[in-house]
């Protein structure tokens, strides 16, 4: 299956301040998602990365707040803009692979202070 | 849209036992169901799925089984090994966006 990179791995940062995280898949890839887990919680969908075009967020997130880049197929990024601690969670992207199945990136996990 | 209920939220076992963790689903559209295992700090790792055209599928000690019309579908795993502790999430896929909703996990503990 693919290999899905994410930097950084982790990072600790200050309120107000933002951080943008890449995913990096060493094929070409039709869709891209960008996914939150909260700390000993499920995971929740952020957006689906769109190449060439906006992404589409889901229900709770929003542009301004989590800008997402993907200029093609095989990188995207999500930033996280002025951070206050409730953003400290795990940021992981995820992508449709082989045999049509969902795998994950490393992940990232944002600690903000 | 879809919601995803699991139980339980945790689960110990001895070793050698056998664990079930269920899942339910609201979305009768819904026709992809992952299950997910994640290691404390890992990032979660796909180990079986099966689609809404199949009732079972099983992969060494590892079957999941689903039932459409209840709306429900279980992962089980025989022989458990302490390697198995770990939190498992199940999810699910409605349509052809990829979109996955997910359960809010259970922890499974194998004792040794």
């Known amino acids: 299956s693919a290999v899905i990179s994410q930097k950084p791995s982790r990072d600790i940062c200050q309120r107000g301040t933002s951080l943008t995280i890449q995913c990096q898949v060493d094929s070409q890839v039709t869709m891209m998602f960008w996914y939150r887990q909260q700390p000993g919680q499920s995971l929740t969908l952020i957006a689906t990365?769109?190449?060439?075009?906006?992404?589409?967020?889901e229900s709770g997130f929003v542009i301004d707040k989590f800008p997402i880049s993907r200029p093609n197929l095989t990188f995207s990024t999500l930033t996280v803009s002025n951070m206050s601690p409730e953003d400290s969670s795990i940021y992981l992207c995820s992508v449709l692979g082989e045999g049509e199945k969902l795998f994950f990136g490393s992940g990232t996990q944002l600690s903000v202070l | 849209g879809e919601n995803v209920e699991q139980h339980p939220s945790t689960l110990s076992v001895q070793e050698g036992d056998s664990a079930v963790i269920k899942c339910t689903y609201s979305?009768?559209?819904?026709?992809?169901f992952p299950w997910y295992k994640q290691e404390l700090g890992k990032r979660p790792q796909l180990i079986i799925d099966i689609r809404s055209n199949v009732g079972e599928k099983k992969d060494q000690r590892i079957a999941v089984t689903l039932n459409k019309t209840a709306k429900h579908f279980s992962l089980h795993i025989t022989e458990t090994q302490p390697e198995d502790s770990a939190v498992y999430f199940c999810a699910a896929i409605s349509g052809s966006n990829y979109k996955l909703t997910f359960g809010k996990g259970t922890l499974l503990t194998v004792n040794p």
């Open positions: 979305d009768s559209a819904s026709n992809y």
């Open positions: 990365a769109n190449q060439g075009s906006e992404a589409t967020y």
